[in-house]
């Protein structure tokens, strides 16, 4: 063993000769930390104290009378980074209730009082040294509400589901803390109302599931007062068991939180146009509210929401045709989004594997159509579908049923089009109803998950022609575990049908998702007389994440499976999928020193593979990955990995003309990140990456400086940089000639950089200033013109025909290339000049004030600018940049928001 471990640590630091250009980690698995033996650990039980009538003053000192009653409950556990061994401070605490709340006090020794971490932020960014409280009061095994308490204030929530596979933070309850620092360490004190959790009224002698955790920052050590080794899956099912908890009223939830705002936009003005004057403002008001039909099942509503303080996007561009995916951030939908996320795999090891049934920036995303206008008209159409209204229905009965409903409307959109005074309206989006249900099934308390999901858009009239009139999708899903939770085996199948007219149907049929017109596809075919299409897809795995491991914890792990998505799945009505017609194989094993060694506090090995074909049984992809990770015991980390890709056939890079042979290689990854709980850190990110024979080439840096001059005040600066080359295989159009379809192609040189600045400021605990700003440029440079000879030959030169210089010339005024194929002295075709410099600058300001538990002001400060640079091809990238991106009137947007929220 120990010649094995020598080689394995060797063959770290040769890894970081190499590098991953599809980003960090390769696997996707979680650290975890393994116990230091095989054996069972024993449940915890503490009992809690009903308060009898007397009172606590929650100032966070612990000096009511009540908490010089009992024992104090301790003998915490280390977790991290030595699972099963001693904390290096000890921590205590107790428990109390009455008819209303929950009450912890907690007394967090610390022999260096003076080097506890006081860092503030924003709620929910767990700051510095802090304790939680995870509560399994459905005591489902599965399903916990984790309530978190920093030293200087900062609240913290989750909603834990899927026995700790996901911890959703949008959880915004109402609950109160307090802490002190005295010469033992600090102390603190948390109030929960018994309206925020979820329990079964009707058990008179409550069993809870209980987990308290301490986080020690400076030395980045937690310890729990349940330990649980990791030896095997599962975090909520192994929890602690709090007893005493006798009679509890039940608790009827109705929360109306109404919000009014205020905004005003400022622009530049564009003489002529009635709709460009400079300025706008409005008022509007809306409502949100929370419902509890039972002490188990919450309704959450919202009428005409707004989402005025959300972060802006970061800036993307693709060439390759693929749509970008960005995050949800709307507190409405993103409040519970674990009950209804479904990914068609859902198997971490594949990373291919990110499509969804439910994408819910669907919902109110961009109008799909855009007025055709002559050269005289001018346009007024809204930037985003507006929601009338939302509610969701979601939580779990007393037999163990998970179920989540949501349903959304969208109002009709329509463009004001203006010509010389005289107006009309083009409608731009239809009415939209979009329903998503959700149901799960916990066997045997959680060993076995059996569920459903179901969705649907249903659209009214307009642009009949280009969408579809209904969308549904379903599934279902198994999965389940055994031997302690070591092993797992998932199973999923889904569906998709779409419905609208011949027009709708034969767009999506050749849509850059499906493609079915192909030359060489020959088992699909552009059908223009139909009017649905019905897919299917799912997946299959078996992994193995725990089990028997040796004296530095080491354990072996792995996930093997497949997944297919057949050629008429379509989910992007109201999912998410990149491409249909695949069937992938992937397969993950990771060594995992999991227990502090030598430098390490932790150290792993992956390796993946990976491989593709269409439903025509081509073998489409073949990749490999080795990865290495390290996590060092003076709180640096660092990983490194390579991956080699021998084939890959693209069916989606001609854009429906046929499938394209693209080129062999590798590429590498490296990152390293600097002691995480100093003042000043670093983190620098590369990728090298290309094809043989230098015909492809890929750089990319990212260095990340976080400063915290002061507990309240954070800020941090990225900039990444990015270069790419590609020698003959970059589409730029298909051109229609000789009765045929030419795949016009070329060598491209790209650059990109972009920006990040993030600033945080806490005035109070619930009193914040947030700045976000980002400036990015993104510049393809095409040359050296030519096409397609014979796509799928694996022969690179005889793939491409480059014209020659008398077959191609540039038309400066028109900004085309027109081309001679034939040589006859006379143009065969043309088409646009493809380069382009993409510029924009954006950024919010947010004050955000909790003014009381769960009422909100906000005041916010919006700016966005693309300038036109269109054409700045030759002025060096960071000097455009800065040049352009403030060269004009940005797109100021000024919002004041307030909310209230009341409990009845």
Known sequence: MKKLDCLLTALLCVSFLYANPSGLPVSGLPISGPPVS???????????????????????????????????????????????????????????????????????????????????????????????????????????????????????????????????????????????????????????????????????????????????????????????????????????????????????????????????????????????????????????????????????????????????????????????????????????????EYEVTGAESDDGGGDLLFYSRRIGGSPHSYPDLSGDEHADVPDNTSILGAAKFSGKTKKGWSIGILESVTQEEKAVIDLEGERREEVVEPLANFFVGRLQKDIKEGETVVGGIFTAVNRGDGLEDILHRRA????????????????????????SRVEGTPEAIENTQSGFAHLFQRSDAGYVEVDPGRSSLTGHGGSVSLAKFGGKQGPKGQLLKFETGATWRSPELELNDIGFMQSADEIKHFTWVGYHYQQPFSIFNSLRFNYNHNARWDFGGRLTNLSWNLNAQANFKNLWSMGTGLNFNPLEISNNALRGVSALRKLPGMSNWMWIGTNRSKKIRLNYFQVIAGAFHKRVRFREHSLRLSVQPLDALSFSLRAAYSTSFRKRDQWVENIDYQGGTRSIVSAIDQKSFRLTARLNYNITPDLTIQYYGQPFIFRPKYKDFGYVADALNKDYNKRFVQFTDGQIRLDEAAGSYLVDENGDGQTDYSFGKPDFNFVQFRSNLVVRWEYVPGSTAFLVWSQSSSPDAFNDLDTPLGQSLFENAFSEQAHNIFLVKFTYRFLL
């Open 38 to 340: 095989g054996r069972p650990v024993e449940k915890r039980q503490f009992f809690a104290q009903n308060l009898n009538g007397k009172e606590i003053q929650l100032d966070g000192r612990l000096d009511d009378a009540t908490w010089g009653t009992g024992t104090w409950e301790g003998d915490f556990t280390q977790s991290r980074p030595t699972d099963g061994g001693a904390p290096s401070q000890q921590t205590q605490f107790k428990v109390r209730y009455d008819e209303k709340y929950l009450y912890f006090g907690v007394r967090c020794f610390d022999t260096e009082p003076g080097k506890i971490e006081k860092r503030m932020s924003r709620r929910d960014d767990f700051p510095g040294d802090w304790i939680e409280f995870q509560i399994d009061s459905y005591h489902d095994l599965r399903t916990a509400f984790s309530f978190t308490l920093s030293v200087s204030g900062v609240r913290s929530d989750e909603f834990i589901s899927g026995n700790g596979n996901n911890f959703d933070e949008s959880f915004n309850p109402i609950w109160y803390g307090k802490t002190q620092v005295d010469g033992e360490g600090w102390t603190a004190e948390v109030k929960i109302p018994f309206s925020q959790l979820r329990y079964d009224s009707d058990n008179e002698n409550h069993v809870w599931g209980l987990q308290v955790m301490r986080r020690l920052f400076r030395k980045e050590e937690r310890s729990t007062w349940q330990h649980i080794p990791q030896t095997g899956e599962g975090w909520v099912s192994r929890y602690g068991e709090m007893h005493g908890l006798k009679n509890v009223p039940p608790q009827r939830q109705i929360e109306i939180q109404p919000y009014v705002f205020a905004q005003a936009e400022t622009f530049q003005k564009e003489e002529g146009n009635p709709f460009a004057d400079g300025n706008d403002a409005s008022i509007s008001a809306g409502l949100d509210a929370k419902v509890a039909v039972t002490s188990d099942l919450i309704l959450d509503l919202t009428i005409n929401p707004d989402f005025g303080q959300v972060e802006a996007d970061p800036s993307q561009v693709r060439l390759d045709g693929f749509q970008n995916f960005f995050r949800e951030q709307r507190p409405f939908f993103v409040e519970s989004r674990n009950i209804f």
């Open 472 to 495: 549904y999708s379903g599934g279902v899903d198994f999965q389940h575990y055994w031997n302690n939770r070591t092993w797992n085996f998932k199973a999923k199948g889904i569906f």
